[in-house]
C-alpha cells in the first residue's frame, strides 16, 4: 500500500491539514499517517480535537521562549526517526512555518519527495514574514508537487523556475474547514456579550512584530476602545509570553476589552462571522475573511495574500499607532467604506482544495 505521511505543528497547519487528512482516511486507499512536531501544543491539541484526528507521531518539540534553532535542529532530527522508521512514499508539509521547512529538510537529506501545500505564496522581502518568506522559498525547492491556492500562487512559481507539471492550482484547504465551522445560528457567550456593540477582534503573534511594534498596536487599539463607546474588543491571545505581557499591560483593565485564551477553530471561526471588523497580524484571517465579507486591517506592510487587497476586505496598516488609529476610525465611521469592505468575495476556491490534491495524488501514485 502506499504510504503518506502528513506533518505539521502549529495551529494554521493544523486547521489547514486535517480536513486532507480526513480526505484521505475517507478513501481509504492508501496508509496515512499523520507526524506532529508540537512545535505548538495547547493551540495544536485544539485543532486536532476539534477535527478528531489523533497523531501517530509526536515530536513534542515545544519549549517556552523556544527560538527558531531550537525548532529546527529538534524537528530536523525527530523527523529523521519518522522517516527511517515509516518510509513514507510522499511526505506532505504545509506552508511556511519552521516545522514545515525542517520537515521538508529532512525529507530532501532521505530523498523522500515532499508535496507542499499553500505553496507559492511570496513577499520577496526575506525577513518579511520573518522567518516564514524563507522557509517558503526553501521548500519549494525540495517540493515535487506544489498545490498552489491561487493563480497568483502558481505564477510565483512558474516566475522562480519550478516545473508547469508539478504545480496545481487547487484553492486553500482553509476553506474546506471552514465549511465545517461556520454556523449561521452561532451564539455563546462571547457573542452575547458584544450583543449590542461594534465587536472588533484582534489576534497579534508574528515575530517580527514583537517588542515595539506590538506595543504601537495594542495602544492604538486600547485608544479605539477608549474613544468608542459603542466598540467592545475580543483579543484571544496567543501563549507566546512575549506577546502575553504587552497585552496586559497595554490592554488590561479596560471593562471593554476581553484578552481570552486561544479559542478552538469552531469558536473562532464563528466569533469573527460576528465582528464588525478584524485587526490581525495572522495569515490565515487574511484567508478566512474575504470568504466572510468580514473587513480586517492587516497589522503589516506587506502581504503575501494580496488576493485579499484585491477582493477589497483587507487594508494594510502596518504598525504605526496613528495610521493603525486613523485605518479604525474610518472604518467606524465611513458607512460606505465599512459597506465596500464587508462585501464577501473569496478568491480561495470553493472548499474542494482537499479533494483536488487527494485526487492528483491518488491519480499519481495508484
Ligand atoms: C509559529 C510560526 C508562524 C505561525 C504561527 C502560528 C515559525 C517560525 N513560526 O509562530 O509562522 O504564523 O506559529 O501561530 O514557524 N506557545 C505555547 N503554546 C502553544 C503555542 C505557543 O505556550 O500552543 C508559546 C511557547 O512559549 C513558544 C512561543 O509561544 O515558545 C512561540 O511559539 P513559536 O511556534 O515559536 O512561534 P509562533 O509565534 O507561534
Ligand atoms: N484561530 C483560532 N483561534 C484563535 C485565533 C485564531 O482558531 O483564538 C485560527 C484562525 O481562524 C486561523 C488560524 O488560527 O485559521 C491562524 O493562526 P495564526 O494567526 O496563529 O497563524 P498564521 O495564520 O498567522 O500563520
Known amino acids: ?40 501544543r495547547e493551540m495544536l491539541d485544539q485543532v486536532l480535537a476539534l477535527f478528531g484526528v489523533t497523531p501517530d507521531y509526536d515530536l513534542k518539540v515545544m519549549q517556552e521562549d523556544q527560538t527558531l534553532f531550537d525548532i529546527t535542529s529538534r524537528v530536523l532530527y525527530g523527523m529523521k526517526g519518522v ?12 506552508g511556511d512555518t519552521t516545522t514545515a521547512f525542517a520537515a521538508s529538510l529532512a525529507c530532501l537529506y ?19 514574514p520573518f522567518p516564514e518568506e524563507y522557509n517558503r522559498q526553501a521548500i519549494s525547492l525540495a517540493a515535487k508537487y506544489h498545490f498552489a491556492p491561487t493563480q497568483l500562487a502558481r505564477y510565483n512559481l512558474r516566475l522562480e523556475g519550478r516545473d508547469p507539471e508539478s504545480i496545481y492550482v487547487t484553492g486553500n484547504t482553509v476553506i474546506d474547514a471552514l465549511k465545517t465551522t461556520v454556523r449561521e445560528d452561532y451564539k455563546s457567550e462571547l457573542t452575547e456579550w458584544a450583543k449590542g456593540s461594534r465587536l472588533i477582534v484582534v489576534t497579534a503573534h508574528r515575530r517580527e512584530n514583537l517588542g515595539e511594534p506590538m506595543r504601537r498596536m495594542f495602544r492604538a487599539i486600547r485608544r479605539m476602545a477608549d474613544d468608542f463607546p459603542d466598540v467592545k474588543v475580543i483579543y484571544p491571545m496567543h501563549p507566546n509570553p512575549a506577546v502575553r505581557q504587552e497585552a496586559y499591560e ?51 506592510d506587506i502581504t503575501e495574500r494580496p488576493e485579499g487587497l484585491e477582493a477589497g476586505t483587507l487594508q494594510l496598516v502596518g504598525t504605526d499607532e496613528e495610521i493603525i488609529y486613523r485605518a479604525c476610525r474610518r472604518l467606524l465611521e465611513d458607512k460606505d467604506r465599512y459597506e465596500r469592505m464587508s462585501r464577501a468575495r473569496n478568491p480561495y476556491g470553493s472548499g474542494t482544495a482537499s479533494k483536488k490534491i487527494a485526487d492528483i495524488i491518488e491519480r499519481d501514485l495508484l
Open 1 to 40: 500500500m502506499v504510504k503518506l505521511l502528513v506533518v505539521f505543528g502549529t495551529r494554521p497547519e493544523a486547521i489547514k491539514m486535517c480536513p486532507l487528512v480526513r480526505e484521505f482516511r475517507r478513501r481509504g486507499r492508501m496508509e496515512v499517517r499523520v507526524c506532529v512536531t508540537g512545535q505548538h
Open 110 to 128: 532521505e530523498q523522500i519527495p515532499v508535496a507542499h501545500v499553500e505553496a507559492g505564496l511570496r513577499t520577496r522581502d526575506i525577513y518579511t
Open 83 to 94: 522517516l527511517e522508521e515509516y518510509g513514507p512514499d510522499l511526505v506532505f508539509v504545509h
Open 250 to 300: 497595554l490592554l488590561g483593565g479596560n471593562g471593554r476589552i476581553r484578552l481570552i485564551e486561544p479559542l478552538d477553530a469552531f469558536d473562532f471561526h464563528n466569533l469573527m462571522n460576528h465582528a464588525y471588523f478584524i485587526l490581525s497580524d495572522s495569515g490565515g484571517v487574511q484567508e478566512e475573511a474575504p470568504a466572510m465579507g468580514k473587513p480586517v486591517l492587516v497589522m503589516r
